[in-house]
């Protein structure tokens, strides 16, 4: 079924029953080329172009819970390549490419929305950070405008200019970043993957790795046995967890981050902020709600919930950036497990282990690179080589002294 | 989440840093021939499963002492706070 507005006008006239699931519900067979471990935005995404772009065929996506349960459907919804280090900038600057033609690609409505990101600075040393970050960005083919304060209070009139420990001097603009509807993207790109023959099986926890003779022919789950050529896991927050059952320790840590959301209101804030000054990043979403979050909670977590100090932490910064947020109230909230890395970068690898994938470690800035992180994921998986946006994403590049490391925190995930 | 301090009693959280996993206690022996994988497995991997995790949060407005806690991370349910001197004496 494709999407189209003669389609939609016809439903409207015929009482909307014409709709159908978009994506099936097979049961798993007992063998396929390809099994991705985790239905979330970047297993999906990696179904999608295995199937669209390598010609991969037979692959299933086995999900523990539903479609969209997990990150992919918790995050704040930013999109934007604005890194510093040449490793990432290409690879989120794909990304960025692949988004603006998702929804065509898709046939689906992401609501990819390019209203532009700023980042705020506050101070000389941190506006001479930010230059140089954003001539990184346009060397790898981004778009990138420092402002002044001036150029900030053209489209932000009401932030606190003159905050006497923070003043805002001025922004790192990128027009071209912006928001996208994230459990749209789940489902859009669970449909396109379905439409192409791949089965998203949900419910289908994997409990374990048939591995023999050092090469992993399949899966144990919660509905039997699966055989399969290669196996790509894609589960964010429990990496670690899955890689455990295949004997592997990672260099990572499952951290908690919230999200929160406040009653709607007149659209007001148009673009994407973050505070420079505070961890704080704020958008509005299409009904009105106000969306942002801050930092993690900084201690190792699998509960998907976190706790009242962040929460007064994030609100304290929104109200040193915008008091206007002071008269919101809180409506939602809640926390996702992140895959935090040692060095704040993923990895898209091969293990030591044939026929064993590994995709993780994205940290909170995982929805941004969903569609990079599917499609060099699928390229590894088809061809065996690194996507060329990801060639530095390997596994080992701990032990061979390679991190790339955004903040320079060195091993300390909870900071990055 | 509150910590039972085993001197100070029940503090907030907030008063600790967090620093990690309490395996970082254990650091490897620099003149061992296996010097460079030790210190890469001590230093960047972790074992981060779920459930029973002991950790070392650091009573930076506080006391100023480094804690082992131990806490269940799927619940972030406390069982058990201990100073890390003592951990680190007992070798444990
Ligand atoms: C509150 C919050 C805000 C964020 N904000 C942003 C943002 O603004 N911009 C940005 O770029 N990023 C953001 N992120 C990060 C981003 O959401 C994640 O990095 C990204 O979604 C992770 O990839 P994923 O979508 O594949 O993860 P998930 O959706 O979590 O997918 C992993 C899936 O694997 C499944 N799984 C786990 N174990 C098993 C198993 N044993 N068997 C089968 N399936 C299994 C899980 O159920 C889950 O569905 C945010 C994250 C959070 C939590």
Redesign the pocket.
Known sequence: MRYSALKIFKEAVTGHKGWKPVWRKPAPKPSYDFII???????LATAHYLASKFDGKNIAV????WIG???????????RSNYLHHENEGFYEFSLKLWEGLEQDLNYNAMVSQRGIINLYHSDPQRDAYARRGNAMIMNGADAVLLDQDGVRKQYPFLNFDNARFPIKGGLWQPRGGTVRHDAV?WGYARAADSKGVDIIEN????GFDIQNGRCVGVKTTRGKILAKKVGV?????SS??MAMADMHLPLESHV???FVSEGFKPFLPGVITYGAGHF?VSQSDKGGLVF?GDIDGYNSYAQRGNLPVVEDVCEGGMSLMPAIGKARLLRM?????DMSMDGSPMIDKTHIDGLYFNGG?????????PASGYAFAHLLATDTPHETARAYRMDRFSRGLMIDEKGQGAQPNLH | MIINHPLLGPRDASEFTYLGDASLMQRPNPKSETAIDDFYRYLYLRENTPGEHRELWYHEQGDRSWLVVTRNISTHEITKVELARDVARSGT
Request: aromatic share 10%.
């Open positions: 471990i985790g239905g979330g935005g970047h297993g086995l999900e523990k819970g349960g997990g990150n992919v459907g918790r995050n704040t919804t930013i999109i789940a289908c926890e994997v409990t894609a589960v964010a927050g429990n967890r899955v981050l919230q999200a990043y979050g809640w926390g996702g497990i992140m994205w940290c909170y800035g995982g929805f941004k690179a969903t």
